[in-house]
C-alpha cells in the first residue's frame, strides 16, 4: 500500500495565536502516528502571520519528542539560508536525540529567491504561447503560474534582506548537497583539512530533495541516488517534469537502487463532500495572501470566506491551486489521491491540510487515513 505522510505549516487560525498553532501542530503529530501515518514533515516558512513554522528545527526536536514511532522531518530546509555545517550540526542534534527517526529534506528556496529577483530584474523575453490546462489520465495539470512576477513586490527583497546577512549570496545548490553528504558521512576535506561534525557525522538521516520542477533539484537528486519528493500542491502545473526529470537523472546510489518519489497534495476530507467544501471554502483566500502579499495571512473562517467578494483577476491569481486541492467525503478524495499517485508513479503521498478549527483538521487526516486503508485493496 502507498504510505501517506504528513507536511504541517503550523498554521496560525483567524483570531488564533503562534502559541496555539504549536500546539496544534504536537496534538495533530500524536494523532498522525495513531492513525498509522509513514513521516510527519514541517514546512520553513518566514514572516507569515499565518503560519508558525518558521524555526522548523526547533519544532521538528519537540514533535518527535512528542512521538514515538513516526518519522519526522523537514520539508524542506531553505538551504540559501543556512551553511551546510550548521544544517549538519542542527539536524545531528535532534538524531542524537531520537535517532534514526529524522529526516533531512532540503530545498533550494534561497537560490530561488536570487534567481526570480534577476529575472524580474532582466528584460522581458519574447512573448510565447502559455501552456494551457489540461487533464492527464483524470489528474489536472493546470496552466503553470508565473512566480517571477513575485519577486517585484518590495516585500521579497525585504525577506532576502532579513533572511541573509548583507552581502552574501547563497551558494550552489548541488555543493550545498554534497558538502551536506560529506559532513553526515565524514569525508569532508578542503585539501589536506578534515572537518568533522559533533553532533552530526554519522547521524542516521535520511537525506531527501524536495523541487517544485524539472529543474536542478530534481537533477540533483537522480544524480546523486537520493529520493526525492515533488510539489503538486506549490506548482501543480510541474509535478509531471519534475518527476520525470528526476527518474531521467536517477543513478543508484549507497541510499536507492532505483528512484523513491514522493508527491504531495493539499487535501480536505470530512463526512461529506459538502461539510469538506465548506471547510476549504477559506484555502482561496489564504493563498491569494501568498501570492500578492508574499505572507500567509491567519486562516480565515468558513464565514469570513464567504463575505469575500473576488475580482475576476484576484480569482485567476488563485486558480491552479484552488482547482487542484483534493477535497470531499474521505472516499472521493482516496479515489483522487490513487489518480493522482497513479499519473506521478508516487512510491508516497505527502498530504497538506489546513482548516480554520483544529478538530476539523485533526477529523480530515483521521477520515482520510481510515479510507484509505479501507480501500487499499480496492483501487
Given at each position: ?76 530546509v531553505q538551504t540559501g539560508h543556512w551553511t551546510p555545517l550548521s544544517i549538519v550540526e542542527q539536524f545531528g542534534t535532534i538524531d542524537a536525540l531520537h535517532p534514526g ?28 504561447e502559455a501552456r494551457k490546462a489540461e487533464v492527464v489520465d483524470g489528474l489536472l495539470i493546470p496552466e503553470p503560474f508565473d512566480f517571477t512576477r513575485l519577486a517585484k ?55 531527501w530533495i524536495l523541487g517544485s520542477s524539472g529543474g536542478e533539484s530534481a537533477r540533483v537528486a537522480g544524480e546523486r541516488g537520493l529520493p526525492f519528493a515533488a510539489n ?148
Amino acid at each position: 500500500m502507498t504510505p501517506l505522510s504528513i507536511l504541517d505549516l503550523a498554521p496560525v487560525p483567524a483570531g488564533g495565536t503562534a502559541r496555539d498553532a504549536l500546539r496544534n501542530t504536537l496534538d495533530l503529530a500524536r494523532r498522525a502516528e495513531a492513525a498509522g501515518y509513514h513521516r510527519y514533515w514541517l514546512a520553513e516558512h518566514h514572516l507569515a502571520p499565518g503560519v508558525a513554522s518558521s524555526a522548523p528545527q526547533v519544532l521538528i526536536e519537540a514533535v518527535a519528542a512528542a512521538t514515538s514511532r513516526i518519522r519526522v522531518g523537514s520539508g524542506a530546509v531553505q538551504t540559501g539560508h543556512w551553511t551546510p555545517l550548521s544544517i549538519v550540526e542542527q539536524f545531528g542534534t535532534i538524531d542524537a536525540l531520537h535517532p534514526g527517526r529524522i529526516d533531512l529534506g532540503l530545498g533550494r528556496s534561497g537560490q530561488r529567491r536570487a534567481e526570480a529577483a534577476r529575472g524580474a530584474a532582466a528584460p522581458p523575453p519574447p512573448a510565447r504561447e502559455a501552456r494551457k490546462a489540461e487533464v492527464v489520465d483524470g489528474l489536472l495539470i493546470p496552466e503553470p503560474f508565473d512566480f517571477t512576477r513575485l519577486a517585484k513586490s518590495p516585500v521579497f527583497d525585504l525577506h532576502g534582506a532579513l533572511l541573509q546577512q548583507p552581502g552574501a549570496e547563497a551558494p550552489d545548490f548541488a555543493g550545498i548537497v554534497d558538502d551536506i553528504a560529506a559532513l553526515i558521512g565524514g569525508t569532508y576535506a578542503k585539501g589536506d583539512t578534515e572537518a568533522h561534525a559533533n553532533p552530526g557525522e554519522g547521524a542516521e538521516l535520511e537525506l531527501w530533495i524536495l523541487g517544485s520542477s524539472g529543474g536542478e533539484s530534481a537533477r540533483v537528486a537522480g544524480e546523486r541516488g537520493l529520493p526525492f519528493a515533488a510539489n503538486y500542491h506549490v506548482s501543480p502545473s510541474n509535478v509531471l517534469e519534475a518527476v520525470e526529470a528526476y527518474r531521467e537523472a536517477f543513478k543508484p546510489s549507497d541510499v536507492l537502487d532505483e528512484p523513491y518519489v514522493v508527491v504531495s497534495a493539499d487535501v480536505v476530507t470530512a463526512p461529506t463532500d459538502e461539510e469538506a467544501e465548506e471547510l476549504a471554502s477559506p484555502y482561496a483566500l489564504w493563498v491569494h495572501s501568498i501570492r500578492s502579499r508574499l505572507a500567509a495571512i491567519p486562516f480565515p473562517t468558513p464565514a469570513q470566506a464567504a463575505a469575500h467578494r473576488w475580482r475576476p483577476e484576484d480569482l485567476e491569481l488563485v486558480a491552479d491551486r484552488v482547482d487542484t486541492q483534493f477535497t470531499g467525503a474521505p472516499e472521493t478524495v482516496a479515489r483522487s489521491l490513487r489518480t493522482l499517485q497513479r499519473v506521478t508513479g508516487a512510491d508516497e503521498l505527502l498530504i497538506t491540510t489546513i482548516t480554520h478549527d483544529h478538530a476539523d483538521r485533526v477529523h480530515s487526516y483521521e477520515l482520510l487515513a481510515d479510507a484509505w486503508n479501507r480501500t487499499a485493496d480496492h483501487p
